[in-house]
């Protein structure tokens, strides 16, 4: 692993917690125009002498930039993918592999060339004007929970005393937005201590609902670190089928490859075809490997060769993809347990990160979700997915207090840019309505 990815995870860089790094160069990926723009053009044929004439002849037009085949558009953050046709299938019985050219790193000159007096103001600037894109983007997608806390707040408190009424109406609109019971009586507590007579506005019983579910989510705010010195850093994702895992996987994926890493995908949920086929698709664009193999194979032979190849070609992460029959516990467990066995024959400490990936649509599922699969596969980390489909985005919180699991990252839309880290304060503003950062 070169030096400069040896200074943070990933993650940390596609979430901002790091510096600039390869002399100066922006670590976060570039949109494909602007990758495109930056290649070098390729040097033009030589066109054969042309016969002397009496006249000179036209100036011959600019050669046209040849298309690059694949290793520095394959940096950029590919499209949304669409179903596809499958891989062409290769012979029966044998695993699928698909290898990518790395991209090589553009040159850049060293940072004290680049980065004058005003590098440190300029560099804040664009942390600053991110921050402010992300949290719209934060509030566009949690718009359905807001409308739904914000709305109820403000219809109580606009038009009625306080009184036990009216903390029993906010007490119901919180639970409903799944924010849980004991978050639902700590807000109660603190609205009515000392206000009977003084009476409340909406916006300040907005701003108690925030600072109570950043309290609670603060501890688990984490970002998601790869192990610098960990070659290949393995990751299994786990979570029910439908959830957003296999999507999930390819954007990390995508990021990775964006910032300069080799990545490999496995197909471990051999069992669906739509899930092989989808994940293809992301290592397609990604420019990532891709192992699988036919359906119905035995996904913990298909991970030990994965990881085994992962090892011999020197790959920076592998991400493996697992089954999420939750109907069949027993049967999860068995398959879970086996695939994470054959893998510590090759790396006694692999896997060396388990997410769980959680719909945020299903609401109480969610919960019950993160218990068995805490329980099955030892999970490290949690990714919410579908936030911005749901009216009961709380359930965050509510897992987050009960389960104690870290939470490295969020989606609040379909795009690559609406997978971020996870950021409490944020979330706790957005989801009650607030504006900004605050005081």
Do not use: C
């Not at 999420?324 to 054959?342: S, Y």
Request: net charge negative; hydrophobic share 40%.
């Amino acid at each position: 692993m070169s030096d400069s990815k040896k200074k943070g995870g990933f993650l940390r860089r596609l979430f901002r917690r790091g510096k600039k790094e390869r002399g100066g160069e922006e670590t976060q990926a570039a949109p494909r125009e602007a990758v495109a723009a930056k290649e070098p053009a390729p040097e033009p044929e030589l066109a054969p002498e042309p016969e002397p004439t009496p006249a000179p002849p036209p100036a011959a037009p600019p050669p046209q930039a040849v298309e690059e085949p694949a290793p520095e558009a394959d940096a950029a953050l590919p499209e949304e993918p669409v179903q596809e046709a499958a891989p062409e299938p290769e012979e029966p019985a044998e695993s699928v592999t698909r290898d990518t050219p790395e991209p090589e790193p553009a040159s850049a000159p060293a940072a004290s060339e680049t980065a004058g007096e005003a590098a440190p103001e300029e560099e804040q600037a664009r942390v600053e004007e991110e921050k402010s894109g992300w949290f719209s983007r934060l509030r566009q997608g949690l718009s359905k929970s807001s409308s739904a806390l914000g709305g109820g707040i403000t219809g109580i408190f606009s038009r009625r005393r306080l009184d036990a009424g009216t903390l029993q109406d906010l007490e119901d609109i919180l639970i409903q937005a799944d924010l849980g019971v004991d978050m639902a009586e700590r807000v109660i507590a603190r609205i009515s201590k000392g206000r009977y007579e003084k009476g409340i506005g909406p916006d300040e019983v907005k701003a108690i609902l925030a600072e109570e579910v950043e309290k609670v989510l603060k501890p688990v705010e984490q970002p998601f670190e790869i192990a610098p010195d960990t070659r290949p850093f393995i990751v299994l994702a786990v979570g029910v089928n439908g959830s957003g895992k296999t999507t999930t996987i390819g954007k990390l994926a995508a990021i990775a490859r964006a910032e300069g890493h080799s990545v490999m995908l496995v197909a471990g949920d051999t069992f669906r075809a739509a899930a092989v086929e989808q994940l293809g698709v992301w290592a397609e664009r990604a420019g990532a490997r891709f192992m699988s193999r036919e359906t119905g194979a035995d996904a913990a032979a298909l991970a030990y060769d994965a990881v085994k190849k992962a090892r011999e070609d020197g790959v920076d992460i592998v991400f493996i993809d697992t089954a999420g029959r939750l109907q069949n516990k027993k049967g999860l467990m068995d398959e879970l347990a086996k695939i994470v066995r054959v893998v510590k024959k090759l790396d006694e400490s692999a896997p060396h990160a388990v997410l769980l990936v959680l719909d945020a649509t299903t609401g109480q599922n969610a919960m019950n979700q993160a218990e068995v699969f805490r329980e099955v596969a030892g999970v490290t980390g949690l990714v919410m997915t579908k936030l911005d489909g749901t009216a009961r985005g709380g359930i965050l919180a509510a897992i987050a207090e009960k389960h104690k699991i870290p939470v490295h990252a969020i989606g609040v839309g379909e795009k690559i840019g609406d997978l971020q880290p996870f950021d409490a304060r944020a979330f706790a503003r957005a989801i009650a309505g607030l504006d900004g950062e605050g005081a």
